[in-house]
């Protein structure tokens, strides 16, 4: 496998210790490349402009710059996937990186095969979020009164498309939306670029936070088979 086919991934962390371990998880990992790490967010902000990896993993909380200025930097100006990673699942965290526009945030007591996971998915264009951080998000991102934006989501939207942006919003891979639908995979595809065009989101992480705001997740499931 050459380094084009691996996944490099960077670690932005001030616990030496933390990220010793990790690098030598992605160095013995099959499929990843270590591109390289730092202590603080100034630092790894420079480092991934200048090395470019597909995935960052960056602390929350470091001395000086925090993971959150470095993330909106690296994610102004770079084409790399972030994923935070914090030992708090404050809200307020959650929220500002996902509205940067990071791909995934995990707690740091998740296990090695977890942060892989993440980093594949992060990775492959979907969302990873801690399922402690998406209980949060649902109730923070419950809608208390109909908006304009429900209202336009719901009109743009077929039955089919709010089938399909529901089981993104709770995690499911295009597989598992495949099978629960009973659809194709390329059609779960082609629903999602039709959705992602609609809505104009990123990635499935903003478009499972549209869903939360918009409060598709706490309506009833339809059994429409339209499109």
């Keep these: 496998m050459t380094d084009l086919e691996r996944i490099s991934v960077f670690l932005a962390d001030d616990d030496a210790g ?3 371990a990790y690098r030598r998880l992605f160095e013995r990992t099959p499929g990843f490349r270590f591109a390289g ?6 630092t790894a902000a420079r480092l991934v402009a200048a ?6 993993l960056l602390d929350v909380q470091m001395p000086g710059t925090g993971g959150l200025a470095a993330a909106r930097r690296i994610l102004a100006e770079t084409g790399t996937r972030v994923v935070m990673l914090t030992t708090f699942d ?3 965290y959650v929220h500002e ?6 791909s995934g945030f995990l707690l740091k007591n998740a296990s090695p095969a977890e942060v892989l996971h993440a980093v594949r998915a992060v990775h492959a264009g979907n969302a990873m979020l801690a399922p402690e951080v998406t209980v ?11 908006d304009e934006r429900h209202a336009f989501t719901r009109r743009v939207l077929s039955p089919r498309e709010l089938e399909v942006i529901r089981l993104v919003a709770r995690g499911r891979s295009n597989q598992e939306i495949a099978d629960e639908l009973r659809l194709s995979l390329e059609t779960v595809r082609t629903y999602l670029r039709r959705i992602f ?6 990635d499935r992480t903003h478009l499972a936070v ?18």
């Design 18 to 20: 933390w990220r010793g």
């Design 37 to 42: 790490e730092a202590a603080d967010g100034a």
């Design 51 to 56: 090395l470019r990896p597909a995935v960052a």
């Design 90 to 92: 404050l809200d307020e």
């Design 97 to 102: 990186a996902l509205t940067l526009g990071a």
């Design 136 to 146: 949060r998000l649902l109730d923070r991102f419950r809608p208390r009164r109909p």
């Design 197 to 202: 065009a609609k809505l104009d989101v990123r």
């Design 210 to 227: 549209l869903a939360y705001q918009a409060g598709l997740l706490h309506e009833p499931r339809r059994t429409s088979t339209s499109g």
